[in-house]
Every structure is written in C-alpha cells, then in structure tokens.
T-cell receptor
C-alpha cells in the first residue's frame, strides 16, 4: 500500500462546476501537508499548504483531518485553466523529503 | 528572481551509457532534493542534501545512482550503465532549509527527461 493515496481520475467537469479531490496518508508522523499542481510536461508548483484549521485561497479550499489521516481540496467555479494534475504531498516536518501521491487528473470542459 | 534550473532538459542515452544531470538550486537555499517521476506517477524521492552533506540517500534505486553537491550549491546526479527502467523525468527541488518544525516549501526545477534506448 502506498504511503499517500489519491484517486488518479481523470475527473472531467464542466466549466463552473465544483470538484473535490481526496487524499489519504498512512504515516501518522506526517506533519506538513501540501497540494501541488502539475501541468503536462511541467514541474510541480505549490498550490497551497494545508493547515489543521482548514484554509482557503480564492476558489480553492483545503482541509486536513488528522484523526482520519485525510486531506481534501475543493475547487469552486472551475476554469479551463484549472485543467492539470493535482498532487497531494505529505512530509514529516521541516526539511524532510516530500512523499507524493500519484496525482489526480482534472480536465475542465468548455 | 531565478528559480531552480536543470540541464540538460532532455537526454537520450543508449543502454549502458553513463549520464550526468545537473541542478542549480535557488541561490541561498540550503536543502536540495532529487526526485524521479515515471510516466503517470507522482515524483519519488531519491536523495537529499543539506549544504554539501548528503543526509539521506535511501531512495536511490541502485548503486548505479550517485549524487553529489561538493560546494553546497550545484548538484549532479549521475547514473552509470543506464538501463531502460531508468527512463523517467528527474526533478530537482530546493528549499530554504528552515529546520525542524517549520513548513519548508520545496521549489522544483523543470526536470530532465531521460530516455534510455
């Protein structure tokens, strides 16, 4: 079983839709959590960090449930430009290595 | 400012050849990571440097893989006697290196796409 698990998708949604991605992690020592976005043939780029209290950045909302070892990302009012792969990332803390999920592919359709 | 740069961007090698992949981290970043990303997968950790010290090489798949960062800046990942299963994108990332307890964002380079024929 992989340490970080994501539904690979693809998720095909119409413009304007709300879509949610989930991610589970198995290592209870994990302390830092992120969502990265990766466009085709490009490098991963930080979308947002995930905090215990939940956090929002514009149309994007991230939630963390430590008890269930579960992370989510909600995208509201999807845009064509949101089409990408969304990578769930966990890390123990500080300078520790990142553990990535396989990524969830999103395609927003006109 | 300049981000993480990697070279070459693309490399085609014949099976059995040695290759060297270069990473220039963001200036002042103490921590440097190498990851391997196979097609359709998330990146997988290979090795980690703090300045010139290689603190974790647990992800290197075999002794054909070797990494160095002799002056604590530029890093090179070397693969000896390449095999077809080495074909992947090799990503380098750097971070400030804030230490334990802090959320330390990693910034990724564009990667080197290695194809072994």
């Amino acid at each position: 079983r992989k340490e970080v698990e994501q539904d690979p998708g693809p998720f095909n949604v119409p413009e304007g839709a709300t879509v949610a991605f989930n991610c589970t992690y198995s290592n209870s020592a994990s302390q830092s959590f992120f969502w990265y976005r990766q466009d085709c043939r490009k490098e991963p780029k930080l979308l947002m960090s995930v905090y215990s209290s939940g956090n929002e950045d514009g149309r994007f909302t991230a939630q963390l449930n430590r008890a269930s070892q579960y992370i989510s990302l909600l995208i509201r009012d999807s845009k064509l430009s949101d089409s990408a792969t969304y990578l769930c990332v966990v890390s123990r803390s500080g300078t520790y290595k990142y553990i990535f999920g396989t990524g969830t592919r999103l395609k927003v359709l006109a | 400012g300049a981000g993480v740069s990697q070279s070459p961007r693309y490399k085609v090698a014949k099976r059995g050849q040695d290759v060297a992949l270069r990473c220039d981290p963001i200036s002042g970043h103490v921590s440097l990571f190498w990851y391997q990303q196979a097609l359709g997968q998330g990146p997988e950790f290979l090795t980690y440097f703090q300045n010139e010290a290689q603190l974790d090489k647990s992800g290197l798949p075999s002794d054909r893989f070797f990494a160095e960062r002799p002056e604590g800046s530029v890093s090179t990942l070397k693969i000896q006697r390449t095999q077809q299963e080495d074909s992947a994108v090799y990503l380098c990332a750097s971070s400030l290196g804030l230490g334990q307890g802090a959320t330390d964002t990693q910034y990724f380079g564009p990667g080197t796409r290695l194809t072994v024929l």
